[in-house]
C-alpha cells in the first residue's frame, strides 16, 4: 500500500528565516506530486504541483518554492518567511494516469512565523 | 473560474441520526471529478467519497452517500448512523478532467453529539 510522509510534524520559526518541508511517498512510482495551504478556518489552496522530477508548476505567487530532486520526494523551500507563510502545509500524491485520479494527503505541517 | 459553496459552516447531528452537508459547484466544463474529504481534529485529509460527473449513478461507501445533481451542480453528502468518530470538518472538493488543480469549499464542521 502507499504511504505519504511529511516531515517535520511541527514547526516554529522567525521572520525572515529559511524554511525546508520534506514530503515522500513510498509504494508507487511516478507519482503526481502537490503541496497546499491550509489558512485557519479555510480551505485548501493549491500551491505547487509536480508531474516529474524537476518539473513544477506553480499555482500561486508568493515567497515559497518546491523542488523534486527524486521521484517520490517533494520539497517546499523558503530563503525568507513571511508572517503570512504561518499555516497548514499538506503534500499530497495522484497516481499518473491519463484520467484524474484522486489526492491522497500526508498528516501535514503546522508552520508558525513569529 | 471553478468555485465550490459549501453554505453550512456549521452543523451538529445527535448519534446514530442522518445529517447532510450541501455542496455546490460551478464550472462550465462537462468532463470533471468531486470529492468529500474528512478532516478530522488531527488535520489528515481523508477521502470519503468520490463521484465522476459522467455517472448517473450516485456514489456510496458504506453509510456514506451523495446525492448528485448535475443540472443543478449540487453535490450534497448524506451520513447515516451518525458516529462520533464522524466529529471533522468535512470539505467538498472538485477537479475538471485533465486538471491538477483541486478546487476546496470553506468546509462544513460536524458535530457529532452523544
Known amino acids: 500500500s502507499q504511504t505519504i510522509h511529511q516531515w517535520p510534524a511541527t514547526l516554529v520559526q522567525p521572520v525572515g528565516s529559511p524554511l525546508s518541508l520534506e514530503c515522500t511517498v513510498e509504494?508507487?512510482?511516478?507519482?503526481?506530486l502537490y503541496w497546499y495551504r491550509q489558512a485557519a478556518g479555510r480551505g485548501l489552496q493549491l500551491l505547487f504541483y509536480s508531474v516529474g522530477i524537476g518539473q513544477i508548476s506553480s499555482e500561486v505567487p508568493q515567497n515559497l518554492s518546491a523542488s523534486r530532486p527524486q521521484d517520490r520526494q517533494f520539497i517546499l523551500s523558503s530563503k525568507k518567511l513571511l508572517l503570512s507563510d504561518s499555516g497548514f502545509y499538506l503534500c499530497?500524491?495522484?497516481?499518473?494516469?491519463?484520467?484524474?485520479?484522486?489526492?491522497?494527503f500526508g498528516p501535514g505541517t503546522r508552520l508558525t512565523v513569529l | 473560474a471553478q468555485t465550490v459553496t459549501q453554505s453550512q459552516p456549521e452543523m451538529s447531528v445527535q448519534e446514530a441520526e442522518t445529517v447532510t452537508l450541501s455542496c455546490t459547484y460551478d464550472t462550465s466544463e462537462n468532463n470533471y471529478y468531486l470529492f468529500w474529504y474528512k478532516q478530522p481534529p488531527s488535520r489528515q485529509m481523508i477521502l470519503v467519497i468520490r463521484q465522476e460527473a459522467y455517472k448517473q449513478q450516485n456514489a456510496t461507501e458504506n453509510r456514506f452517500s451523495v446525492n448528485f445533481q448535475k443540472a443543478a451542480k449540487s453535490f450534497s453528502l448524506k451520513i447515516s448512523d451518525s458516529q462520533l468518530g464522524d466529529t471533522a470538518m468535512y470539505f467538498c472538493?472538485?477537479?475538471?478532467?485533465?486538471?491538477?488543480?483541486?478546487?476546496f469549499g470553506k468546509g462544513t464542521k460536524l458535530t457529532v453529539n452523544p
Open positions: 509504494g508507487t512510482s511516478n507519482p503526481n
Open positions: 472538493a472538485f477537479i475538471e478532467g485533465g486538471s491538477e488543480k483541486l478546487v
Open positions: 499530497a500524491w495522484s497516481r499518473r494516469q491519463g484520467g484524474t485520479d484522486t489526492q491522497y
